[in-house]
């Protein structure tokens, strides 16, 4: 009998431990949140690399468990393997370091060879700042209202690293409204495109650019450093990694080095920032009021920054000479969602005019908006954090 | 208008000019990059050649 009643508490206590005696609603909820993460990944292939980690974090964060045992399992728990992969996040230096991949895999020649374009990444920042202020209206603080305005710059890493300063507790919020719709950046912008440009517009050929010569291209990164640094030296873990990825390209001595940072450096770290993102969102912590606002001011955000790419591009065409006009189809790319934003102008492009191939003139805005939206997050940086 | 309205129109004012000042300082450099290095189209190997030795020869001459 009295072993009978130890296998029953036995029983019990184990019961206590396993995930069915923990769950709430909230947990199902994420874990179907994480479903179609995958789901999108696999069957849409939006952004697979990000929303698989991201969408798996998902189901791991929301594991549910005994939080009281000491488990040491949980994402939020001091010591726990999770709780060690995040401080890349909480830190802010997996960023960076996805920087110094993206800097080692960007070709700068469309923007050296048009530098006018360059105006258009930083018109596209008016998502930035535009959701900034709609935030605060809705009554998040500053620093919050900073870390979600970032949103709008359509960059998972520089949206991880500013909320990581300016506002912590909206990090899951932040980083998965971001790369939500840096996912569904070909869904988003295709209306807005089309409604903002007439087909004249739309047909408008541009010229062929120049050639960019070696020289340039080695020093662009080192006088782009040089400028950041002393202009805006809050963007400089960002946009100083950036530069240095891209010098080890284009410098011809470094391959290997390149080849790492663009290849399994960014790679490793794609894999803990997503996964441990994705964990980040227990549902105790994430589904909040909160956390829909900020998606809502997300998606507003990409809305604001595709428009006034193309209506900088429309004002900006009545200065310019006839044979020096811009397709206005290519003032989305001004987002740094880089390269979708710039595909998408090229897709739309061949859809009006087979002829007319327009990605590579869209790539130049779209490296703009990289360094765009890295300036505008440390210009919130320096007066908020 | 509030103190706290004027300071985000201030902060998000202050933001975007400075964006497009960063963005024409960039914009100098890289013209700067074009007219004192143009890009020159690499000659032929053979073209690299004769040229030399013409400049050998007048060097002797």
Known sequence: MNTLLSLTDNLQTFWHYTGFANAEAGHFIMILFGLVFIYLAITKEYEPLLLIPIGFGILVGNIPFNEAANLQVGIYEEGSVLNILYQGVVKGWYPPLIFLGIGAMTDFSALIANPKLILIGAAAQFGIFGAYIIALQMGFAPNEAGAIGIIGGADGPTAIFTTSKLAPHLLGAVAISAYSYMALVPVIQPPFMRLLTTKKERLIKMKIPRVVSQTEKVLFPIMGLLLTAFLVPSGLPLLGMLFFGNLLKESGVTRRLAETARGPLIDTITILLGFTVGASTQATTFLRMESIKVFAIGALSFVIATCTGILFVKIFNLILPKEKKINPLIGNAGVSAVPDAARISQTLGLEYDPSNYLLMHAMGPNVAGVIGSAVAAGILLGFLY | MTPTV????????????????????????????????????????????????????????
Request: zero cysteines; aromatic letters at 12%.
């Open chain 2, 6 to 61: 004027q300071t985000t129109l201030l902060i998000a004012g202050i933001g975007i000019v400075g964006i497009f000042i960063f963005m024409v300082l960039f914009y100098l450099m890289i013209i700067a990059l074009d007219k004192y290095l143009p890009y020159q189209e690499e000659k032929p190997a053979e073209v690299y050649l004769s040229e030399t030795e013409e400049t050998e020869e007048e060097e002797i001459a």
